[in-house]
């Protein structure tokens, strides 16, 4: 998180409207190197939308953006390059291995076949899969499997890796072990941006915003947020904002 | 008085248990959670009380009535709102209200007081097809329906799995109506944040009841003293503190690192200076007030051999 090295994220006033409906509505926000940053908001805030956009999924309709020093509108193929994804619902193949997976994602981010072997070898002796290689993905306990789909979602080394509600409805132990690989890959430099609705896994993260109707309406540290509403977790927090009790 | 007993009941699927022994009864009027990770068993538990499926052991009472025997009793006095959304998407909302209304017997206008809370909110939308709802208000239309028979007793499976924050507050708001109307609701979820909400809770995991309890007096059982660690730099701390013999366990929880000790020395902030080997003023150190998961990890880890040094 040093300060001399330029934002990762770096929005100025994004719109992104739908007809006459305005979906996104003049965000502005930078993430940093190597931050946890929670991107929290109700159903229809804005969040997905936002989300897209950063992703080169969608252009926005107003708005300076750049992701990982590349601009939005213009270099799209550059932003998909240096992004993951890795979503709870959807993550890996389950029908096909361990090793499978690796080699379809990694080949899906464009790395040679070289590279794959050299990182899958490397991501499984991290994680000790080393036995589980040509297990199918469909027999490995629940933490594994996050895990590895994590670890897949960062083999081309991105700058950045979106997660889609990581941990969801997943056991308390599980999730702080998930987690724990999270912090590891934000030590190495990548910036770890999470969108969720569920205030639990908000609690993890460095600094969250949070969207309403199209706007940002809170940003800042968990910790500082729950002392400027005074409450006593983030869920209380998020209601009071939802229901416009500042 | 106790509306629902539930004894040592067991259920397996194959190699895998289930349920394990599980016991537990909830009082009359009560708001009783269920408070569990995917995979515990919650919903397997759910559907033998609301007898779809038979336990390979046990007994479960539902006001007195046995839910293997007597099932029909139960199944007259049970709103049961599975997890899954189990409405018709092709029939309107008025339509799926009147189709659960005929089943049971009764009509929407018999119901109309019973359900208005719950309904009054949908009613401008009683033309919409189902599937077209958002999730804030499939939710409400499957309480709705769930309650079409004026029950006494609801059993409500993770009825707040992917509604949004604040149609989940809302959704809460309603139970604790229903529950000052006399009926008695179990409910289950898998956010341990929700469990403040419910009047008791039990927490179940791997099929196993880990603890039964109000939220205060789970939370007061927490036998360990939290602390939390704040500072610049406390990934680097981080490793230092696991491997130091006083500390039970540590982890990281954004910007702070929450803290465990098998011990807890006399001074903590100086045994910290000690350990990191920074000047007085680097980081802090302040006991922390646990919270329901903090809670449920300390009773999982005396249920699983859980290496807390290493991969907490």
């Keep these: ?246 | 008085m106790e509306f629902l007993e539930v004894i040592r009941v067991s259920r397996s699927f194959g190699p895998v248990n289930a349920l394990k022994e599980v016991s537990f009864s909830v009082n009359r009027g009560e708001l009783f959670g269920l408070i569990g990770p995917d995979g515990a068993g919650k919903t397997t538990l759910f559907r033998i009380i609301a007898s779809l499926f038979l336990p390979d052991e046990g007994k479960i009472l539902v006001k007195g009535y046995n839910v293997v025997k007597d099932y029909k009793q139960v199944r007259r006095i049970t709103g049961y709102m599975p997890g899954r959304f189990s409405l018709y998407h092709d029939l309107t909302v008025e339509e799926n209200l009147s189709f659960y209304a005929t089943v049971f017997g009764t009509t929407l206008k018999d119901s109309a007081a019973y359900i208005h809370r719950v309904y009054s909110p949908l009613k401008p939308f009683r033309k919409r097809l189902a599937g077209k709802l958002s999730g804030g208000m499939k939710q409400k239309l499957a309480l709705s329906c769930a309650l079409i028979h004026r029950p006494e007793f609801l059993l409500l499976d993770e009825p707040t799995t992917g509604v949004d924050a604040v149609s989940r507050k809302e959704f809460w708001e309603m139970l604790e109506e229903l529950r000052n109307m006399g009926v008695t609701i179990l409910v289950s979820t898998p956010y341990m944040d929700e469990a403040g909400q419910c009047d008791r809770v039990a927490l179940i995991d791997h099929g196993k009841l880990l603890q039964t309890g109000s939220p205060a007096e789970i939370v007061h059982n927490f036998s360990a003293k939290l602390y939390a660690i704040r500072g610049r730099n406390l990934y680097a701390l981080l490793g230092r503190l696991r491997m130091s013999p006083e500390v039970k366990y540590a982890f990281m929880f954004g910007r702070e690192i929450h803290l465990v000790f098998y011990r807890v020395p006399g001074r903590p902030a100086r045994w910290l200076e000690n350990l990191s080997g920074s000047p007085q003023g680097t980081f802090s150190i302040e006991p922390l007030d646990p919270g329901m998961e903090d809670c449920f990890v300390e009773l999982m880890g005396e249920n699983h051999p859980v290496d807390g040094k290493e991969n907490i």
């Design chain 1, 1 to 246: 998180m040093a300060a001399h090295t330029p934002p990762v994220i770096n929005v100025k006033e994004m719109t992104k409207s739908f007809g006459s409906f305005v979906a996104v509505d003049r965000l502005t926000f930078q993430v940093e190197k190597g931050e946890i940053f929670g991107f929290l908001g109700a159903n229809g805030a804005g969040k997905t939308t936002a989300v897209r956009v950063l992703c080169g999924l969608s252009s926005p309709t107003s708005g300076q953006i750049t992701v990982a020093g590349y601009d939005v509108w213009t270099q799209t193929e550059q932003v998909k390059r240096s992004i993951g994804y890795m979503s709870q619902r959807f993550s890996l193949y389950e029908d096909i291995t361990v090793y499978e997976n690796i080699r379809l994602f990694g080949g899906i981010y464009g790395l040679s076949r070289r590279q794959i072997r050299e990182r899958a070898g490397e991501l499984l002796s991290r994680l000790g899969l080393e036995h589980q290689r040509d297990a199918l993905i469909a027999s490995l306990p629940l933490g594994w499997r996050q895990k590895l789909a994590f670890s897949i979602a960062i083999i081309h080394r991105p700058g950045i890796v979106f997660l889609d509600e990581p941990t969801g409805g997943v056991d308390p132990i599980t999730r702080r072990q998930f987690w724990d690989l999270i912090y590891e890959t934000a030590q190495t430099g990548i910036t770890v941006f999470v969108t969720t609705h569920y205030m639990d896994e908000a609690e993890y993260c460095d600094r969250l915003c949070v969207m309403d109707e199209g706007r940002i309406v809170a940003m800042d540290t968990p910790y500082r947020l729950k002392q400027l509403y005074g409450a006593q977790d983030m869920n209380e927090v998020f209601i009071k904002i939802a229901r416009k009790e500042i």
